[in-house]
């Protein structure tokens, strides 16, 4: 099993370009994740998914939309990229009945 | 924000030395999760403590839970140069999302 990949692992945009981060998943995981982790901030959810065609906000979700179209994938969308949220960007999934989140290697991500 | 709190932000030590490290959140909780990052790399979990628990051990890893104090601390014994990394808690709010601290970063010399 790959676990969790995200793609890219590395992009930069100019400001208001828009770009997709894709999570995928191959554990038949419900619940799937999106943070961003900025030193000294820890990680903050952005969206969070409980299962397939589902969505909700978590702590930052201004400027970004997201979609769970097939239960394994989680796409982030920046629809005009600014440079507040040069970041880098975690995807994270756990099975239901179950607590600990598997994450993937992350996606740096500089807007200038 | 309802973002935890971890202390020290950062720890330096010898291998053979012991690491502490304290956690202090705001929310009531169903459990407390640790976790370990190296540098570059996603997150991955180490130890999960309820709320009706007080101690949890695993390997060199022992956890402690203090739900009057909104505390948590991880103790690992006989540090690695190979433990070198950034740790944090993770609370689940009695919700399916979880709250982060800030992390510690834990600097083990050879």
């Known amino acids: 099993n790959a676990g969790v990949t995200q793609t890219p692992k590395f992009r930069v945009l100019k400001t208001g370009q828009s770009m997709t981060l894709l999570c995928a998943q191959d554990?038949?995981?419900?619940?799937m994740y999106w943070y961003r982790q900025d030193p000294g901030m820890g990680l903050r959810l952005i969206h969070y998914s409980v299962g397939e065609g589902t969505t909700a906000k978590g702590e930052v979700p201004d400027g970004y939309n997201v979609s769970r179209l097939k239960k394994q994938n989680f796409l982030l969308g920046l629809e005009s990229a600014a440079p507040s949220q040069t970041s880098v960007y975690f995807c994270a999934s756990r099975p239901r009945g179950t607590d600990t989140q598997y994450f993937g290697p992350g996606t740096r991500l500089t807007v200038l | 924000s309802q973002q935890g709190e971890e202390d020290p932000q950062a720890l330096s030590i010898q291998e053979g030395e012991n690491a502490t490290m304290n956690c202090s959140y705001k929310t009531s909780i169903n459990n407390l999760q640790w976790y370990r990052q190296n540098s570059g790399r996603g997150l991955v979990h180490l130890i999960l403590i309820r709320s009706n628990e007080r101690e949890k051990h695993s390997g060199r890893l022992r956890v402690t839970l203090d739900t009057s104090k909104k505390s948590s601390s991880l103790l690992i014994t006989a540090s690695r140069a190979a433990d070198t990394a950034s740790y944090f808690c993770?609370?689940?709010?009695?919700?399916?999302?979880?709250?982060f601290g800030t992390g510690t970063r834990l600097q083990v010399f050879p």
């Open positions: 993770a609370t689940d709010g009695n919700t399916d999302k979880l709250i």
């Open positions: 554990m038949n995981h419900e619940y």
